[in-house]
């Protein structure tokens, strides 16, 4: 990518100046790039815009008592970390973390195990009660559950831990990009 750039540079010239090269003064590019229709940034286009009382009338609706959201951890960037042999020690990260507060009101204890149910389905999952999340919501990692049938993931199999997309029934879309929401959605949790 560096030949194809406007300076003909290569990645030897840029090994032999490891404090930078400098190419000289910035040049304008804008409107260049730009393929809006109106040749201008648009800050707020028009279905964006639309889509303004909507997002109102949520904010003062109010968030559902319990969102979950997920979260990921340093050794498990998605789920093909999971089957590194290397990667996979430790402690279970694939736990429902739930504020204190939260869990001395639902009855759930650190250790513990807690069904969450939502639209799709329900899950039971170990407990972590921290401070690391805000009361009102919880956070189970994503990309779990390699206990479905014809998973071959040897090693991550051995520990599948729950897979956050069984709490959804799909019905859930953002309205301007059409794209599933799994993020955020309201759950419920009980101890086991």
Known sequence: MLRLGPYGLTLDDLLASPHGIDLGPL???????????????????????????RLRAALAAGPAPLVLVGRRHL?????W???VPALNRGSNTCTLQVHPDDAA??????????????????????????DAVRPGVVSLPH?????????????????PG????????????????GTAVLNGFPVEVSPE
């Open 75 to 79: 050794r498990s960037n998605n789920s």
């Open 143 to 159: 990309g779990w559950g390699h206990d479905r049938p014809g998973t071959r993931l040897a090693v991550a199999s051995a520990r």
């Open 105 to 130: 009101r639902l009855g759930v204890a650190d250790g513990g195990r807690a069904r969450v149910k939502g639209e799709g389905g329900e899950l039971v999952v170990p407990v972590d009660v921290t």
């Open 81 to 83: 970390m999971h089957n």
């Open 162 to 177: 729950a897979n956050v997309n069984q709490l959804l029934d799909g019905s859930r879309l953002d309205p301007l990009s």
């Open 27 to 53: 040049r304008p590019r804008l409107p260049g790039p730009l393929k809006t229709r109106s040749g201008r940034v648009e800050l707020l286009p028009a279905p964006l815009a639309a889509d303004l009382p």
